[in-house]
């Protein structure tokens, strides 16, 4: 979908290329990382895509066709791009932000109206409250999440995100990243995405490109740069804690377990029966459509009568395509040693344990 064809970039009164030879094809609903320290090139090779800046020598494709046969404003029109302080027009409402690219291709009122609620509701910001708010009454991660949104709104096939979460807090940031990555699932967008944190490149990239002083160190898969760096460089780049960094790679849908789970309205002494023969100290209460309420404790409910409902305890819970390392950061904040999995629609699927975990690191070195 974009390839780099020998590109290079030397800026004016400069010795040494700020991209260098550079060689590069991204496929076509991949998620490709360009990570690497400050001024190694990464941020140039990004921005010559939309020709923000326009390279010295080499030809950039999309989709076939070479960026230079397309006017740059056209071009740019034709390109999702998402930056780090996301740039919402502060004068007009998130609808209006929104509704920007669509507005210049000349889209009918209808149908930009109908993508606006579209996307609003795929950012999961009802529409009936977001729609007319100024930037001013959102969160950051709110504001994230509409800046995603504008880029998505004409539907553009490639998307540029430069440092896109880089100004959230690490709790809003690790959230908004599950968030967009459940997203990139549905919309399948081909993306350049830039940063300096190598953490973050593993969880979200389908390839990684290490860049230094304008060339390519190593390309490869998340897995591929953890278990076998190329030289020191990345070595020290990627850093120690290999183990807990793969757990970025493996879902939680891949490890869990199956679990057992009462209804609501089951009787405690069945409740009670189930959780003895299975030696279970907690069993998941749900819903008829087996929709997660949460847990009762064997404990609570020695000697006593009544529902299973009536001695419900809440429990934060993952998601199945959330990673390992989030399911331990969840563990760890509310002091369990296991956690409920559920599914987009909080569907319990299963649980994972400290010693799920623990085999999953095993099973990876």
């Not at 009164?13 to 360009?34: F, M, P, W, Y």
């Not at 950051?140 to 539907?155: E, F, I, S």
């Not at 998941?284 to 009544?306: C, P, Q, S």
């Amino acid at each position: 979908m974009i390839r780099f064809e020998n590109v290079t970039k030397i800026y004016p009164n400069t010795r040494n290329s700020a991209v260098d030879k550079l060689d590069l094809h991204v496929k076509q609903g991949e998620i490709c990382i360009l990570v690497g320290p400050s001024g190694c090139g990464k941020t140039t090779t990004m921005k010559m895509v939309n020709r923000l800046i326009e390279p010295t020598s080499g030809n950039i494709l999309i989709n076939g066709e070479n960026i230079n046969s397309h006017d740059p404003v056209e071009l740019r029109r034709n390109i999702g791009y998402v930056i780090q302080n996301i740039g919402l027009f502060p004068h007009m409402t998130i609808a209006e932000n929104i509704a920007t690219v669509p507005k210049e291709k000349k889209w009918d009122k209808e149908r930009i109206s109908n993508r606006v609620d579209e996307l609003l509701k795929l950012m999961e910001l009802k529409p009936e409250i977001y729609r007319n708010r100024k930037p001013s009454g959102l969160s950051g991660g709110q504001k994230q999440r509409v800046g995603v949104a504008r880029a998505l709104a004409a539907d553009p096939p490639v998307m540029l995100m430069d440092e896109p979460f880089g100004a959230l807090d690490p709790i809003t940031r690790n959230r908004i990243q599950n968030e967009f990555l459940h997203i990139q699932e549905k919309i399948k967008k081909t993306i350049l995405f830039v940063t300096h944190d190598i953490d973050e490149a593993i969880k979200m990239g389908d390839k990684i490109v290490v860049m230094r002083k304008g060339k390519i160190v190593q390309l490869g898969t998340p897995d591929d740069i953890l278990s076998s760096p190329t030289d020191e460089f990345v070595e020290n780049l990627v850093g120690g804690n290999r183990s807990i960094k793969r757990l970025n790679l493996i879902k939680c849908e891949d490890a869990m377990r199956n679990t057992f789970s009462v209804r609501m309205n089951t009787p405690l002494d069945e409740a009670k029966i189930i959780m003895e023969q299975n030696r279970l100290k907690t069993i998941a209460i749900t819903e008829v459509d087996n929709k997660f309420n949460g847990y009762i404790r064997l404990k609570d409910i020695d000697g006593k009568n009544g529902l299973a409902g009536e001695f419900i305890r809440e429990m934060d819970t993952v998601e199945k395509g959330m990673s390992l390392n989030d399911a331990l950061s969840e563990m760890l904040s509310i002091g369990q040693r296991y956690i409920y999995v559920l599914d987009e629609k909080e569907h319990l699927k299963g649980w994972i344990g400290i010693n799920e975990i623990l085999s999953a690191v095993s099973d990876n070195d």
